[in-house]
C-alpha cells in the first residue's frame, strides 16, 4: 500500500510540473504520435509542407547511437538545419534516404534529389507530410502487433521487443560508421531515491548500450562516467535533462516510475 502511494505521488509531481511548464495538462499523445518530431527549418521557406518524421518505425529499424552519432542527428529537434542539398550529398537522411540500401527486399527510397521523375512526382510528400493526406508506407497498429505492450509512450515495450528478436536494429552503416572495438559494459547498479521509501533505482548500462552505445550518453548528456559524478534531481529529468532527453520524448516516459524505480532489473 505505501509503494503504490508513492508511485502515485511521483506522477502526480509528473503532472504538475507539465502543468507548471505550460500553464495547462499536457494531452496524452496517440501511441503512434509519440515521439514524433516536425521538422520545419526550411521546408516552408521552400513552398513546401513541414516534415514529419516518426521515431517509432526508425527505432524499430536503427539504433539511436546510429543517427544521433554516426551520422550526426542532433537530440533536440529543429537543432539540425537539415537542408535538401545535404540530403543530396549524402548526408543525414541522404545517408539512408538515397535509393540504394536494401531494406527488406526493398530499395530505400531518396528522400531528395536535383530531378524528380513525373512517375515520382509525390514522393516529397512521403517526408513533408504535414496537414497532408498522405497514407504512410508502414501502419502502426500492423507493424507493431506483435511487440509486445507497455503501459505508457507509444504502448510498445522495446526492450523486451529487441530481445525477443522482433526487431534487430542496425547499428553499422557502411561509409559512414567506423569500426570500433567493443566495450564490455558495466554491471547494473542502483541508485538511491531522495525520497524516503521509494525504491532504488536500479540502472542497467547493458540494456542502454543496445540502443545508445556509449557516445549518445557520454560525455555530452552525462559529463562523468564514474557512478555519482554527475549530479541531477527529477525536477532536471522533468525538464528534459539528463535521464530526460530521452525519456520526455522517444523513450517510455517518466509517468512509467516503476520501469526505473524497481529493486529488481525488468
Request: glycine content about 8%; some cysteine.
Amino acid at each position: 500500500m505505501k509503494r503504490t502511494l508513492i508511485i502515485m505521488f511521483f506522477v502526480l509531481i509528473a503532472a504538475a510540473v507539465a502543468f507548471a511548464q505550460t500553464g495547462v495538462k499536457k494531452k496524452r499523445p496517440l501511441p503512434y504520435d509519440y515521439g514524433k518530431v516536425v521538422i520545419n527549418n526550411y521546408s516552408e521557406k521552400a513552398g513546401l509542407a513541414p516534415v514529419v518524421f516518426n521515431h517509432w518505425l526508425h527505432r524499430a529499424k536503427f539504433t539511436c547511437r546510429l543517427c544521433h552519432v554516426d551520422v550526426g542527428f542532433a537530440m533536440k529537434a529543429g537543432t539540425t538545419g537539415i537542408k535538401a542539398s545535404d540530403n543530396i550529398s549524402g548526408y543525414y537522411c541522404g545517408s539512408c534516404h538515397n535509393g540504394k540500401p536494401d531494406a527488406e527486399g526493398n530499395k530505400v527510397f531518396e528522400s531528395c534529389s536535383k530531378t524528380v521523375p513525373p512517375d515520382e512526382k509525390n514522393r516529397c510528400q512521403r517526408c513533408h507530410s504535414l496537414g497532408k493526406n498522405v497514407k504512410p508506407a508502414y501502419d502502426f497498429g500492423a507493424f507493431t502487433e506483435r511487440f509486445p505492450k507497455g503501459r505508457f509512450g507509444n504502448g510498445i515495450d522495446w526492450e523486451k521487443t529487441e530481445a525477443e528478436g522482433l526487431v534487430k536494429p542496425v547499428d553499422f552503416l557502411e561509409g559512414v560508421s567506423i569500426k570500433r572495438q567493443a566495450i564490455t559494459a558495466q554491471k547494473d547498479f542502483a541508485l538511491s531515491p531522495k525520497l524516503e521509501g521509494m525504491p532504488d533505482i536500479i540502472f542497467s548500462h547493458k540494456k542502454h548500450t543496445v540502443w545508445n552505445g556509449c557516445e549518445l550518453c557520454h560525455p555530452e548528456i552525462f559529463v562523468g562516467v564514474k557512478k555519482g559524478s554527475t549530479k541531477y534531481s527529477m525536477i532536471e529529468i522533468f525538464d528534459g535533462k539528463y535521464c530526460g532527453v530521452c525519456h520526455t520524448s522517444v523513450a517510455f516516459p517518466l509517468t512509467d516510475c516503476q520501469r526505473c524505480h524497481t529493486k529488481s532489473v525488468q
